[in-house]
Every structure is written in C-alpha cells, then in structure tokens.
C-alpha cells in the first residue's frame, strides 16, 4: 500500500511541506548593488604658465614698418614646452574714424621655435621679433593718423 492511501493527512502534509521547500529554495535570492558617484581630477595648462609681453612700436606711416621685440617668459616653477608664437592684428583705436584694420600687417605671423620646439625652465625667457607694418594703399589713410594698433599673441 502506497502513503497516500494509508494516511492521506500526511501524505498531504508532506506534499506540502515539499512543495514549500522546493518553492522557498527556488525563491531564495540576492540582491547586488552598484553605485554612482563623481570626482574630479585637475590638469593644469602650461600655456597660462607663459607671460607674453611685446615693445611697442611707433612712427607707423604707409609703407613704413616697424620691429616689435617679443618676450615669451615662463612664469610656473617647472619646465614649459614652447613650440611656436602667433601674433595677429586684432584692430585699431581709429577703426571708428575710417581706418581700416586691414591697412596694418604683421609678419612674421608665425614664429617657431625650432623643428620640435624649446623647453624653457622656471622663470625663463625666450625672445623673437615681428614687423608691424602699414601697407601703403591708393586712398587717403588720414583717419589712422594718432591710431594704436592692437596686436595679439599667442605662444603655445
């Protein structure tokens, strides 16, 4: 005789006893974490590091140029790698009056430093030179008698 017929209670019982068993083990789990969070991390620009600084020329007239002595210094407390300045006219004080910006160059507009460029230690300073010039045109130029050029530099 089977269980079941002899003691069907028990043999219910333990039906269900098994079934629990089998139902909690297969419901049994876990739960995994993970999170989120935010730092920072900060690399400083060795650009900001160079103090550039240019003489300014005067007596600019048509068809007469100037030279401008140019000095690149590093100002941080380590070495600086220096590839090239870049110089470029960014206006006139006289642009209101009818003098053009574009009367005025400068050249070279680039200047490098080498084929790989230079390291320049603390507190060290490397020089170069550019011409500022007014070009001559076909019209009146009056308007920039008195004018300041406004120059701009770039070392990197």
């Known amino acids: 005789m089977s269980l079941i017929k002899r003691n069907p209670r028990r043999a219910a019982i333990g039906a269900t006893i098994l079934v629990l068993a089998l139902a909690g083990g297969g419901a049994f789990a876990y739960f ?6 935010t730092g920072e991390a900060t690399v ?3 650009s900001n590091s160079l103090e550039v600084t240019g003489v300014p020329v005067s007596a600019l007239a048509p068809g007469v140029g100037k030279t401008s002595k ?3 210094k590093n100002t941080s407390e380590g070495t600086v790698h220096l590839g090239s300045l870049q110089v470029s006219i ?5 642009s209101g009056t009818g003098c053009k910006t574009s009367w005025f160059k400068v050249s070279p507009e680039t200047t490098t430093f080498g084929p790989t460029g230079v390291e320049l230690a603390a507190l060290e300073s ?7 010039s007014m070009v001559n ?6 308007a920039c008698k008195g004018a300041t050029v406004n120059l701009h530099y770039s070392a990197e």
């Open 32 to 37: 995994t974490t993970s999170g989120t969070g």
């Open 44 to 46: 400083s620009n060795p």
């Open 70 to 72: 140019i000095t690149i």
């Open 90 to 94: 960014t206006g006139n004080s006289q």
């Open 126 to 132: 490397k020089t170069a030179e550019v011409e500022v």
């Open 137 to 142: 045109v076909e019209e009146s130029q009056n």
